[in-house]
């Protein structure tokens, strides 16, 4: 049972531009979300986060939204910059100490 | 250390040896988490460490697994009698929860086992 997913499993984005990386999560029992950004060969990095109880968190060029209705959440790199191709989690948690990963996306950001 | 430590960073195994994986936690953090992560998935738990005590073996896949934190520091992750579907790249995390807010994990970078 997949509890945090992320449907898309790439994303190709020029660079200045917008990307929007989405993730979706079925137990309505999450306090808050983290997206955490993972480059090859080394352990995955802590971007931002966001409590159940917003709907938005911005940090520089980073804003997470998020849509409890939906049980939706996404980031948003703007403007996106080469050294942000990498793959991205998206994670949840709760009362348990441990947060449960999304698949990961991984983003291109072309020249 | 100012970050999470991991070694060995590689390893091979042959089917069926023993493995053990170590993980130095950042200092003063009491809380130290092991996740698998397989080739092309998000990482996966295993298991939670407060201090010394295992409060969540729940993720560990079977009876082969075993984790240890015998002092509250330092972790070993061991891994008996290998198998092909083993080979994945074992990351160990630590947290310094704050009173209020989210979990924020600070990961290694990972120790990749490769079963023969």
């Known amino acids: 049972d997949q509890q945090v997913k992320q449907n898309s499993p790439s994303l190709s984005v020029q660079e200045g531009r917008i990307s929007i990386l989405n993730c979706d999560y079925t137990?309505?029992?999450?306090?808050?979300f983290l997206w955490y950004k993972k480059y090859p060969a080394e352990g995955p990095t802590f971007l931002i986060s966001i409590s159940s109880i917003k709907d938005k968190n911005e940090d520089g060029r980073f804003t997470v939204f998020l849509n409890k209705s939906a049980k939706h959440l996404s980031l948003h790199i703007v403007p996106s910059q080469p050294g942000d191709s990498a793959v991205y989690f998206c994670?949840?948690?709760?009362?348990?100490?441990?947060?449960?990963f999304g698949q990961g996306t991984r983003l291109t950001i072309n020249p | 250390g100012a970050g999470v430590s991991q070694s060995p960073r590689y390893k091979v195994a042959k089917r069926g040896q023993d493995v053990a994986l170590r993980c130095d936690p950042i200092s003063g953090h009491v809380s130290l988490f092991w996740y698998q992560q397989a080739l092309g998935q998000g990482p996966e738990f295993l298991t939670y460490?407060?201090?010394?005590?295992?409060?969540?073996k729940s993720g560990l896949p079977s009876d082969r697994f075993f984790a240890e934190r015998p002092e509250g520091s330092v972790s070993t992750l061991k891994i008996q009698r290998t198998q092909q579907e083993d080979s994945a790249v074992y990351l160990c995390?630590?947290?310094?929860?704050?009173?209020?807010?989210?979990?924020?994990?600070?990961f290694g970078a990972g120790s990749r086992l490769t079963v023969l």
């Open positions: 460490f407060q201090n010394e005590a295992q409060l969540d």
């Open positions: 994670a949840a948690g709760g009362s348990a100490q441990k947060l449960v």
């Open positions: 137990n309505s029992m999450f306090d808050y």
């Open positions: 995390a630590s947290s310094l929860r704050s009173v209020s807010g989210a979990n924020v994990l600070t």
